[in-house]
């Protein structure tokens, strides 16, 4: 939240800490499925269930993944070891999560925002996810259910936890962090990137301290966001109640809330004196996990390309700076393609990027679904450029080609956008001074707020398919006498 | 030399651990900690600043397996063993406070 609320008094600090399950085929530890969707506690075995005597196989695959994650957020790739966290509830069967703990896989590093800023990353480690709770009665709440009902489906299934240093300041930019990490997240392959089916889930550390002090005031984890709007949401609330607090002479409690999404604001969580003391001790069953200088090479080598580097290319070719809001939706959308179809047709990269970040971003279904081909994008672009279509016709024949496919030929054609020629436009204004001789007169005369009252008449008299930018050089021309 | 592990310490860890220990077992279980904790404490004398901490006893790294499904539990085997099961879901009492 910006510190403007509060009469620049308080700054906000934020660091957040992402899960994010990995894309293998397996669970973490064991050969059961990692699948999301199926049918209840169809995916488990004595590993996940934590049988005894069953013994954990670290995946190679998942060390693969936190390879990329820590590659792509310039960690150090270390030597680590796993601790079990111990503790009762219900969601691990073994009453222990095994994680990583004082040695992670990934130490180090940072991620670069679309602004420019860049936000340190303390660690990124592996770990296992836990199983599903589902809380029955009292409205599915916790407190007042009677009973609940558990799914192993998701226990053991891998997770990389990627915790961010407090250098975030805003709700917004801590949107703009989760959707910079998810991009990340996606390109590498590590993770689908789906919020909404919880394979991204964030908690965040919440504190507020007078604006230019250095202080690290007392903080809250905020958990239980669900989407980037509740995010940034109960950031803002949080925000507000510690200030709330802390003007009015109180101590913010170090504690973990839990966010309400339908009263919109968080509650505490537990009480103090059940201060949680998860007795952390090295994992006996799990050897060390020291990633060979090779593996780590290989892994920096295969990454791809990033979306920051994405921005960059995308900013080069359409005359940008890569941090502008264009830039950043279009590889956000994963439309960065189409600027480079306009490239390789030489159509206007600036006007490709302005048509795409706004009427194609506009118009694509929930699932970013669109039937726009790279090539007919392209010589749409150059169709507008060249003033074949204006400006309001390639919008409306882009819509059209987003949502059903197609060339733009054809689908100007089926609108009835003929190119007005030059003849023809020229016969317009020529109609429209003719009828109009007063304001003709004073525009002569060098009234020049007339030329809008003309091509007003050109619009109408044309039903908006003129191309108006050549009707101001045509009324221009004609008051210069050539 | 000071005890190593106070009854407090004792009693903490048990009830941490879900142990409900009898006022005579924690008398008996802090002696016998604070004595193996006083044997650990040997290792103090030592000079062990070159020694890197041993992270396991096997001179073992990297045991991986390749991330190939295997063949799950038979469903209504699983849930045999439960309490009680609904909708094929373990069902489990009221729970009084969220995931830590």
Not at chain 1, 41 to 70: D, F, M, T, W
Not at chain 1, 122 to 129: F, L, N
Not at chain 1, 179 to 191: D, H, K, P, W, Y
Not at chain 1, 208 to 225: D, Q, W, Y
Request: hydrophobic share 40%; glycine share 10%; charged share 25%.
């Amino acid at each position: 939240m910006s510190s403007e609320a509060w009469g620049e008094a308080w700054e906000t600090v934020i660091g957040l800490e992402v899960h994010c399950e990995l894309r293998t085929a397996t669970k973490l530890f064991c050969g059961c499925p990692n699948s999301f969707g199926d049918e209840p506690n169809v995916n488990v075995c004595p590993v996940c269930l934590g049988l005894p005597g069953s013994l954990p196989v670290l995946n190679k695959q998942a060390v693969e993944l936190a390879l990329r994650i820590g590659a792509a957020l310039h960690s150090r790739a270390q030597s680590s070891i796993f601790h079990r966290k111990n503790y009762f509830y219900p969601d691990m069967p073994k009453d222990y999560q095994i994680s990583q703990y004082d040695v992670p896989i990934n130490a180090g590093g940072w991620l670069e925002l679309p602004s420019g800023k860049q936000v340190g990353i303390v660690r990124a480690h592996i770990e296992e996810d836990t199983g599903k709770t589902t809380h029955i009665g009292g409205g599915g709440r916790i407190h007042e259910a009677g009973y609940s009902l558990v799914d192993y489906n998701r226990a053991g299934v891998p997770l990389v936890e990627i915790v961010s240093a407090p250098d975030i300041s805003s709700a917004e930019e801590a949107r703009e962090y989760v959707e910079e990490l998810r991009g990340i997240l996606v390109a590498t392959g590590a993770s689908d990137g789906k919020m909404e089916e919880g394979s991204l889930r964030v908690d965040c550390n919440v504190s507020v301290r007078p604006a230019g002090s250095e202080e690290l005031g007392t903080r809250c984890e905020i958990k239980n966001m669900n989407s980037l709007r509740s995010l940034g949401r109960a950031i803002a609330y949080e925000a507000a109640r510690q200030v709330e607090v802390r003007a009015g002479g109180g101590e913010v409690q170090q504690e973990t809330r839990h966010w309400d999404e339908s009263e919109g604001r968080t509650h505490s969580m537990r009480s103090k004196e059940e201060a949680f003391d998860y007795r952390y001790f090295p994992e006996p069953d799990l050897v060390t996990l020291s990633p060979s200088e090779d593996w780590v090479a290989t892994v920096r080598a295969n990454l791809g390309v990033l979306p920051a580097e994405r921005r960059r290319r995308v900013a080069k070719a359409a005359r940008v700076p890569a941090s502008s809001e264009p830039v950043s939706t279009v590889v956000r959308l994963g439309l960065d393609g189409f600027v480079a179809a306009a490239v390789e047709a030489e159509a206007d990269a600036g006007l490709a990027l302005r048509r795409l970040a706004n009427e194609v971003a506009g118009e694509l279904g929930d699932d970013g679904g669109h039937h726009l081909g790279r090539e007919e994008f392209a010589r749409l672009v150059s169709m507008e450029e060249r003033g074949e279509l204006t400006s309001a016709q390639a919008r409306s024949v882009l819509k059209i080609m987003v949502a059903e496919g197609g060339g733009p030929e054809e689908v100007a054609g089926r609108l009835g956008f003929e190119a007005m020629g030059a003849g023809a436009l020229e016969a317009v204004v020529e109609d429209v001074v003719v009828a109009n001789p007063r304001e003709w007169g004073r525009y002569a005369a060098g009234d020049d707020k007339l030329a809008g009252f003309f091509i007003g008449k050109v619009k109408a008299a044309t039903g908006g398919n003129a191309d108006l930018r050549a009707a101001s050089e045509l009324l221009r021309r004609r008051r210069a006498g050539q | 030399m000071a005890p190593t592990i106070s009854k407090q310490d004792v009693a903490h860890v048990a009830r941490l651990a879900r142990l409900a220990l009898s006022e005579e077992e924690l008398e008996l279980y802090t002696t016998q900690l604070a004595s193996v904790l006083g044997h650990a404490r040997d290792i103090e004398a030592l000079d062990i600043a070159d020694v890197p901490p041993t992270a396991h006893p096997f001179p073992l790294s990297n045991v991986l397996r390749e991330d190939e499904p295997r063949p799950c539990l038979d469903r209504d085997e699983v849930l045999a063993a439960a309490p009680e099961v609904e909708s094929a879901r373990f069902r489990i009492p009221r729970i009084l406070s969220e995931a830590p």
